[in-house]
């Protein structure tokens, strides 16, 4: 019988299907293990034993089982801090060579024992200041403008250290001076001429070369203070003959001085003056003579500006031409007050014309007052009335002192006051038209207040005097009547707050 073609075509289909190969086999990736899990432990985990299925077996495997789970987890390693050793010093051997280093024989050497006398150091000590003297003159030998901050730090120490240079020149100055020092190299035999500038021998020894006139020196005794310290030890006799003396005195060695800080006319007499002769090769100082003038100069500048602006902020010259102000500046000296000082008191002449630059000054006006002591007979008192005060950038004195009208106040300091003043003398000196300018500017001080003034000042400080008095008694009796004693008892609280000029107030008995 002959198959239909429908299951015919399945029959091949599934012929054709059995013959197709099956497909290849994929490879399973590779797991990556943890780095925090113990995969040996984790094994063991896995392959316990069953227990019995009792509740003592149980509990036990359980117990087993939580034993062993945390041992699957790496632990990591805990790294202590390094231990470093320290190094041991060596300690020589008291009987070694290494203990002492060699020194030369001394026992012979008074030096020595005179230094150890006096409780210095020997001549085998540290050599600290001998280094900051190499570091000094090393420093000399650069130009000042290739100098560090530090270095010209470092010099100017060591010339503050110089007794010649501290003596003349104040610190101030002697530190701007200090970044234009240079070092002079003089060999043997050389002439150094000191009239223009200050010398300071840093190594090497020298001679001084001097003229003397013995009748200058009669008639004029101020004729050696020309010479500066390191000379004066000279003999000056009647014995000498030769008016001119070369090479006398003794000999000037390491941190000598010679010459002068003032620029003066080369004349060939001051030149013998301050020359000294070199006897071997020497390294020199030198500080300019004009560096100095410049350094006076601009100082002198810079105070005028100051007294210019100073002047022309006080109230009665704001008007002023500048030409008039620096009229006065030519006259103007500084002077400071200490506090509680009395300027000028009232019914006085004052003596100077004076222009506040810092603190301030008290204005006190006289007035009769009544006191009743305790002899209960009423008698009249001089007392002071506090009526204003002056500030800073204002003046007084000037009708006092150009029309000699005595003050009708009286001035105290109420700090430490620096003031600009112009003395009487020098006042009258100026010329017409600046006194007229100023007279009429300048006006009487507190010249506006008058006698019914202070005494309705007097009136109010009186009143209020009384009602304080009145009331802190008031205050205290009450309290002591309710047995309130402040200090005592209960009462007595330690107020850290109070200052101590107010803890005087409270009531002790």
């Known amino acids: 019988m002959s198959m239909s073609s429908l299951p015919a075509a399945i029959l091949s289909h599934m012929i054709a299907v059995s013959n197709v190969p099956p497909p290849p086999l994929r490879s399973i990736p590779n797991l990556q293990k943890s780095r925090i899990i113990d ?22 495997a359980h117990n087993v089982f939580m034993k062993q789970y945390p041992k699957i987890f790496v632990q990591k390693k805990v790294r202590l801090p390094k231990l470093f050793k320290e ?30 006398a006096r409780g210095g150091r020997t001549l085998y000590g540290p050599k600290k200041f001998e280094e900051k003297v190499v570091q000094f003159m090393a420093i000399l030998k650069k130009l000042p403008i290739h100098r560090t901050p530090s270095e010209h730090n470092i010099v100017w120490k060591m010339l503050k ?22 070092s002079e190299t003089w060999i043997k035999g050389s002439t150094v001429i000191g009239n223009d500038g200050f010398y300071i021998i840093l190594k090497g020894l020298a001679r001084p070369q001097t003229q003397i006139y013995k009748n200058t020196i009669e008639e004029h005794e101020s004729t050696t203070s020309f010479i500066p310290q390191s000379f004066h ?6 014995d000498f003959r030769n008016p001119l003396l070369t090479g006398v005195g003794p000999t000037l060695g390491q941190w000598s001085t010679f010459g002068t800080l003032e620029v ?23 500080i300019s003579a004009n560096n100095y003038a410049k350094l006076k100069t601009e100082k002198t500048r810079l105070e005028n500006q100051h007294k210019v602006k100073l002047i022309h902020k006080c109230p009665y010259y704001v008007e002023w031409p500048t030409l008039s102000i620096y009229e006065l500046v030519t006259f103007t000296k500084w002077k400071k007050f200490p506090p509680g000082h009395v300027i000028v008191e009232s019914g006085n002449i004052i ?159």
């Open 87 to 116: 190094e041991e010093e060596r300690i020589p051997a008291e009987d070694t060579e290494e203990s002492k280093p060699p020194q030369p024989d001394d026992s012979h050497n008074i030096a020595i024992h005179v230094k150890k």
């Open 233 to 238: 030890s000279f003999v000056f006799s009647e």
């Open 264 to 286: 003066a006319a080369h004349v060939e007499s001051e030149t013998r003056g301050y020359s000294v002769v070199t006897e071997e090769d020497c390294e020199i100082l030198k």
């Open 351 to 509: 003596s100077f014309v004076a222009y506040i630059n810092s603190g301030y000054c008290k204005i006190y006006r006289n007035i009769i007052g009544l006191s009743k002591p305790q002899s209960r007979k009423v008698k009249k008192i001089k007392k002071l009335v506090y009526m204003g005060r002056l500030n800073e950038k204002e003046s007084f004195g000037e009708i006092s002192v150009l029309l000699q009208v005595p003050f009708t106040c009286t001035i105290v300091t109420g700090k430490d006051v620096e003031m600009a003043i112009i003395e009487d003398k020098d006042l009258h000196a100026l010329d017409p038209v600046t006194k007229q300018l100023m007279l009429q500017t300048a006006k009487p001080t507190f010249g506006h207040l008058s006698d019914e003034d202070v005494k309705k000042e007097y009136l109010q400080k009186e009143l209020k005097r009384e009602w304080k008095n009145f009331k802190d008694t008031t205050v205290e009796n009450s309290l002591y009547h309710n047995g309130i004693i402040p200090g005592f008892g209960k009462w007595d609280h330690s107020y850290t707050s109070i200052r101590r000029h107010l803890k005087d107030t409270l009531v002790s008995y």
């Open 161 to 182: 250290t110089i007794p010649d240079l501290t003596s003349q020149l104040l610190d101030e100055h002697l530190k701007i001076l200090s970044r234009n020092v240079i």
């Open 39 to 60: 995969y040996g432990q984790l094994n063991a985990l896995c392959h316990l034993r069953r227990m019995q299925p009792s509740r003592t077996n149980i509990l036990s």
